[in-house]
C-alpha cells in the first residue's frame, strides 16, 4: 500500500490544522492507520491511530488527547489527523502509517509496515 501524507504548514500557538494521509494500492479497511510525529533530534512518537475491523476504535497519545481527532473516510481511502489548540511543542514532521491488521493500537513505529512521506508542522508561539 502507498501512503501520501499532505496538510502542513505553519499555524499560530492555538491554531487548528487537518492533515490527511490518502492511501493507494491496497483494502483499506484491513489496515491498522496511525500518525506518528518526529521533532528534530527526538525520536518518532506515536500520535495517534485508527482501526476498523470490529467496530472502529481510535486511541491517542496523552500528550494529544483532546486536542487531536484521527478519523478516517472508507470510501476515499483517507485517515486524517484533525489538530486544535496547537501548541509550539507539537511542532514536528508527521508521518501517516498502515500495518495491516484489523483491529488493536499499535504505539511504536516499527509496528508499521508502510510510511507516508511525512509532511511539517510548524507552530509559532
Known amino acids: 500500500v502507498q501512503l501520501q501524507a499532505s496538510g502542513g504548514g505553519l499555524v499560530q500557538a492555538g491554531g487548528s490544522l487537518r492533515l490527511s494521509c490518502a492511501t493507494s494500492?491496497?483494502?483499506?479497511?484491513?489496515?491498522?492507520m496511525a500518525w506518528f510525529r518526529q521533532a528534530p533530534g527526538k525520536e518518532r512518537e506515536f500520535v495517534a491511530s485508527?482501526?476498523?475491523?470490529?467496530?472502529?476504535?481510535?486511541y491517542y497519545a496523552d500528550s494529544v488527547k483532546g486536542r487531536f481527532t484521527i478519523s478516517r473516510d472508507n470510501a476515499k481511502n483517507t485517515v486524517y489527523l484533525q489538530m486544535s489548540s496547537l501548541k509550539p511543542e507539537d511542532t514536528a514532521v508527521y508521518y501517516c502509517?498502515?500495518?495491516?491488521?484489523?483491529?488493536?493500537?499499535?504505539?511504536?513505529?516499527?509496528?508499521?509496515?508502510?510510511w507516508g512521506q511525512g509532511t511539517l508542522v510548524t507552530v509559532s508561539s
Open positions: 502509517g498502515a500495518r495491516l491488521g484489523f483491529s488493536g493500537n499499535y504505539y511504536y513505529s516499527y509496528q508499521y509496515s508502510y
Open positions: 494500492g491496497g483494502t483499506f479497511t484491513k489496515y491498522v
Open positions: 485508527s482501526s476498523w475491523g470490529g467496530g472502529s476504535a481510535a
